[in-house]
Each structure stands twice: as C-alpha cells, then as structure tokens.
C-alpha cells in the first residue's frame, strides 16, 4: 500500500527551530509536497521537493531523501501565527495523469511565547 | 488573480434540500478537484476534472453529483445529504505535473 507518516503533533517555542518528518512507503512517485492549514482554513502550498535535496523558501526548508523514503519540514525562527497543521503529500507514479494525492495525516504544530 | 472563489462559505441544509456549491478559478488551471475534510483529518479526494473531464471520481456516494461548466467553474450538487456528510468542503485547482495544488477557503457544511 501507500502511506505517509507524520508525527501528530509538535510543540515548539517562538524563534526556536522544528522539524517535521514525512516517512513514506509507497513505490515511487513524482516529488513530495507541503502543505500548511490553519484552524478554520483551507490548505496552502509550502513547498515541492521534486528532487532529492534541500529547497529553502525564507524560514521553510524542505528536505527528500528518496533513498532513505524520508523528508522533513523545517521551520525556523518560529512565530506564532506558524501554529497549524502541516500535511504532507505525494503523487504516486501510478496515479498516471489524474493527479491524485496521497496525503499524510498532518502534524499539528503548536507555537508557544 | 491567484485565488480559487467558493460560494457559500457556509451552508446548513436539511436531509431532504436539494443545494450546490461553486467553485471558481481564473489562473487558467486545466485540473480541478473537490475534497472533504473533517476536522483534524487531512482532505479526502472526491471528485477531480481534468480539461472539463471527470477524471476521477473516488466512489462517492451519487447524492454528491459534480458538475464542471467550463474550464474556470466547478459545481458540486447535494441532494438527500446525511448527517455524517457535514464537513467542510474544498475546491482546488492545479496546472502542470508539479503537486502544487490551490485551495479555495471551502464551505462549512452541516447537514441536520
């Protein structure tokens, strides 16, 4: 089967650092994405790792390994208006065109002064 | 314009009402889609249209009938809904093979 495993929730202080991790078992797929929703809101797109590597987007860095079928999440310099949930999502090679995702459950992340 | 519309935000519905929601896009995304969501879950795939085509529909229950008028709307009709059926409801939209996908800002939906 396909499955993406998160860590249900994280609890960090503002301007710390943090890492959610995205373990995966699925047979390949096209890169792994995330996603960031606050309470009440929609879901929005953080960052695409289409590759293996680090991407850097200002305070966010995503990671892949598709070797290991591990990534993560890195936010630094934590606010408070980063607390919400983080999903992580992948589209497996055998969803052709139809662009479905498989999505990890979600990290709920909570920012405290 | 970078934003996916939805109307209603929120809609309350009894389980004999016959009710729609909609969904709109201008970015000139070919692929659309329509998620469920409840709460402290991550969103569940129903329906996606793929150049005004259902490409998938992910064995939802027929009183859910998706409808896509053209390549900017998309329309979800509810008829004889259940109460499990409350949720919140996402349109989004894609271009391209990259994952990324825009979420519209849902309708709450509670069926009594």
């Known amino acids: 089967g396909q499955s993406l495993e998160q860590p249900s929730e994280v609890t960090a202080v503002e301007g710390a650092i943090v890492q959610i991790n995205c373990t995966y078992q699925t047979s390949g797929f096209y890169g792994l994405s995330w996603y960031q929703q606050h309470d009440g809101g929609a879901p929005t797109f953080l960052s695409y790792n289409g590759l293996d590597g680090l991407e850097e987007t200002g305070r966010f860095s995503s990671f892949l390994s598709r070797s290991d079928s591990y990534g993560y999440l890195l936010l630094q310099e934590l606010q408070m208006k980063d607390s919400a949930s983080y999903f992580c999502a992948v589209r497996p090679f055998n969803a052709g065109n139809n662009r479905k995702l498989i999505w990890g459950l979600g990290t709920s992340l909570a920012v405290n002064p | 314009d970078t934003e996916v519309t939805q109307t209603p935000k929120h809609l309350v519905m009894g389980m004999t009402n016959k009710k729609s929601l909609k969904c709109e896009q201008h970015?000139?995304?070919?692929?659309m889609y329509w998620y469920k969501q409840k709460a402290k879950k991550p969103p569940e795939l129903m329906f996606v249209?793929?150049?005004?085509?259902?490409?998938i529909n992910e064995s939802v229950p027929s009183r859910f009938s998706p409808e896509c008028p053209n390549s900017s709307l998309l329309n979800l009709h509810l008829h004889a809904l259940q109460p499990e059926d409350s949720a919140l409801y996402l349109c989004?939209?894609?271009?391209?093979?990259?994952?990324?996908?825009?979420f519209g800002p849902g309708t709450r939906l509670t069926v009594l």
């Open positions: 970015m000139g995304h070919r692929a």
């Open positions: 989004a939209s894609s271009q391209g093979d990259h994952n990324e996908q825009f």
């Open positions: 249209y793929s150049y005004e085509k259902l490409s």
